[in-house]
């Protein structure tokens, strides 16, 4: 059974980088795509990026705003997924949360995901 935890966020400065970890207890997190996403004070929540498990060659997905910034990875080994967020601007202020599903698809974003981490806060302040 998944149960998701993020850990990772903090508060850095403009230009500045942060690596994020999802961990899974459940140890089943290799047969699940992972997806993180954000949310913003008073905006909806935003998919930032997606990767495959190996059935489907451990794809990525991101979202433009963070393409050349961002890199998504995942170790079966460890049980986790991370994002590596280099280049940190503050519009990248948001909480962070993984969540998984069966693979990502073109429709990554808006798909259901069938288990979610609580979220971990990233500041990034300017």
């Known amino acids: 059974q998944l149960h998701l935890v993020e850990s990772g966020g903090g508060l850095v400065r403009l230009g500045g980088s942060l690596r994020l970890s999802c961990e899974d207890s459940g140890f089943t997190l290799r047969y699940y795509a992972v997806g993180w996403f954000r949310q913003a004070p008073g905006k909806e929540r935003e998919g930032v990026s997606c990767i495959n498990n190996s059935d489907h060659n451990n794809d990525t997905f991101y979202t433009d705003s963070v393409k050349g910034r961002f890199t998504i990875s995942r170790d079966n080994a460890k049980n986790t997924a991370s994002l590596q967020m280099n280049d940190l601007k503050p519009e990248d202020t948001a909480v962070y949360s993984c969540?998984?599903?069966?693979?990502?698809?073109?429709?990554?974003?808006?798909?259901?995901?069938?288990?979610w981490g609580q979220g971990t806060q990233v500041t990034v302040s300017s």
């Open positions: 969540a998984a599903a069966p693979y990502c698809g073109s429709n990554w974003k808006r798909r259901e995901y069938n288990a």
